[in-house]
């Protein structure tokens, strides 16, 4: 890691369409710019292996994911520096980065910083998600994206959310099989179609709609599933289902796919102190941003998905509103392209109707605390159960409980059951989710070796801190 | 299981995957090869030691969590494969200096 230097004007982590978007308007207004992104090739998971998939048939995947190719070209051409590999795993209120590539730990500051970490998918907690065999419908996508590798066997799509649609319709192109499509839509819509009439004005209506046309042309779509369980021994061997009207069904499968919806990728923004609120319409812990994605820390912005769920049309749109706001403040002279009215413009093209989307594929209650035998820390195999047990013991709130279970103290730092534990302890306490909170997160929000600590450049102030006497 | 597409793009190079000289292909992150040479799990939980394989592949699940060349709890999602790599998977107790 050489190449890098002590000091940028702007840095951005996250090369996924908000990162990518902010990075090049701030390279092109003259701004000494880095891009850190954990993959090794630009795209973030939307647009995953822009400029290396293996795939020869833009047909596959679709006019919508080929667009991620000029915002990629544009960003390689832009004069940003792109560090591919790298794990951010430390962000301060003074703006000093903490990252490590190929092993090796650099410590950073930038004048502006701008998040764009993006989604993950929602955790999916039902009996039996452990199982090989199961994996989440996004890691199916990025699979295919990625290697051209698709499901063999019998095949089960299960869940909710646009992208479960979008994941079959490119299976199908594909030439992969799906058995079902187990949809765990509540359909009791009344909520949501108070925000159809702005949905109705929304571009991704009728392409939604063509993309479900053609699945079910050729799937067969169970509607209303209100009960999952995958089963097997030492891999997936089945997965049993219940609707309203059926009692339990099975179906034999080789592959379960699961999706819930994506929620923001919280960790870094969280542990650099940004204030996040729960988002009732989402679901999810979202952060306090003014309309560039600035927060309250002076200089520290977030852009994308992980400023709140709303696509990638969006998220390239509040990159590029994050990046000229860095321009304006650092060098509000300089000549820029891009016309902030018409971004703005287009943000709010791209959101109209979004609240449909959030309120109709809002996850049944079920699924999002599930019963008590139900494993919710994957990492340390803490139960739904034994996390509700802590409540009666006094307490009140996530950080408490995971002294006692180490419940989102494994490597995957509560990533995949952050929400889920909110979510059960809100509900036995009787409060909402906002007054229990989020796990208190702490750098290294990814985990480095003590080697990468301890070999970081050392400077007198860090030498004389350890020094004895 | 999975199988790849005949018509991608990709020339092949060998790994070691537990210990068995294994093609897989070029471009592929560790978690992807492993997934294409039809290994099943990746590693064994901590606590019970139940078979888990890669589940998110994009950073944030760690189930792929593998030993390569010799450095253990590596992220196999986020690794592309090497020539000559070493890939084990993890199972039973952690040892000391990996």
């Not at chain 1, 502006?112 to 890691?139: D, H, K, N, S, Y």
């Not at chain 1, 909710?160 to 649609?165: A, F, I, Q, Y």
């Not at chain 1, 952060?287 to 994605?293: N, Q, W, Y």
């Not at chain 2, 799990?41 to 760690?62: E, K, Q, T």
Request: some cysteine; glycine content about 12%.
């Amino acid at each position: 890691m050489s190449e890098l230097r002590d000091a940028y004007d702007v840095a951005v982590v996250g090369a996924g369409p908000a990162g990518l978007a902010a990075a090049t308007v701030c390279a092109r207004a003259g701004l000494a710019t880095l891009l850190f992104d954990e993959q090794p090739a630009p795209g973030g998971q939307i647009y995953r292996s822009i400029t290396t998939t293996p795939l020869k048939r833009a047909t596959i995947l679709g006019a919508d994911y080929c667009a991620g190719t000029a915002l990629a070209q544009n960003f390689l051409a832009s004069g940003a520096q792109y560090v591919p590999g790298a794990t951010v795993w430390n962000l301060t209120r003074e703006r000093e980065i903490g990252v490590s590539v190929a092993g090796s730990a650099r410590l950073l500051t930038a004048g502006r910083v701008i998040l764009a970490t993006g989604a993950l998918e929602r955790p999916f907690p039902i009996p039996g998600w452990t199982l090989p065999g199961v994996m989440t419908a996004g890691a199916g996508q990025i699979l295919l994206k990625s290697s051209g590798l698709i499901p063999e066997g019998r095949t089960v799509i299960a869940g909710c959310g646009p992208l479960l649609w979008l994941i079959a319709w490119q299976y199908l192109n594909a030439g992969a099989r799906i058995d079902a499509i187990l949809e765990t839509v509540k359909g009791d819509g009344a909520a949501s179609w108070r925000h159809a009439a702005a949905f109705a004005t929304s571009p991704y209506l009728l392409k939604g709609l063509r993309m479900m046309l053609a699945v079910r042309r050729r799937v067969r779509v169970v509607s209303k599933v209100t009960a999952l369980r995958a089963e097997g021994r030492d891999r997936v061997e089945a997965v049993a289902y219940r609707t309203a009207r059926e009692t339990e069904q099975r179906l034999p499968v080789d592959n379960l796919f699961l999706h819930q919806g994506v929620v923001p990728n919280v960790n870094l923004a969280m542990a650099a102190g940004i204030e996040h609120r729960w988002d009732d319409a989402q679901l999810c812990f979202a952060p306090a941003l003014d309309a560039d994605g600035g927060s309250a820390i002076p200089g520290i912005a977030i852009a994308g998905d992980g400023a709140g769920i709303a696509g990638a049309e969006a998220a390239q749109a509040r990159g590029m509103l994050a990046g000229l706001a860095a321009v304006r403040a650092l060098r509000p002279n300089a000549a820029v392209l891009e016309d902030v009215n018409a971004v703005r413009a287009r943000l709010a093209r791209f959101t109209r109707g979004r609240a449909f989307l959030d309120v109709y594929y809002q996850p049944a209650p079920q699924f999002r605390r599930p019963a008590r035998d139900t494993l919710v820390c994957r990492c340390e195999e803490v139960t739904a159960g034994q996390i509700v047990d802590t409540v009666a013991l006094g307490c009140t709130g996530t950080n408490q409980m995971k002294a006692f279970l180490r419940c989102g103290m494994g490597p995957c730092q509560g990533r995949e059951c952050g929400l889920t534990v909110t979510e059960l302890i809100a509900q036995a306490r009787g409060v909402a989710q906002q007054e229990v909170g989020y796990y208190r997160l702490r750098p290294p929000v990814k985990p480095i070796t003590l080697g990468e600590l301890a070999g970081l450049p050392k400077n007198e102030a860090a030498l004389r801190s350890v020094a004895r006497g | 299981m999975f199988r790849r597409l005949p018509d991608v793009d990709g020339t092949m190079i060998e790994v070691i995957i537990d210990g068995r000289s294994t093609r897989v292909r070029a471009g592929d992150t560790v978690a992807a090869a492993l997934i294409s040479a039809g290994v099943l799990a990746s590693r064994a939980a901590d606590v019970s030691g139940a078979p888990r394989a890669p589940y998110c592949m994009m950073g944030v699940c760690f189930e792929c969590l593998v030993t390569v060349d010799g450095v253990g709890n590596r992220q196999g999602c986020l690794l592309p494969v090497k020539s000559g790599m070493r890939i084990d998977t993890q199972h039973g107790k952690r040892e000391v200096g990996r």
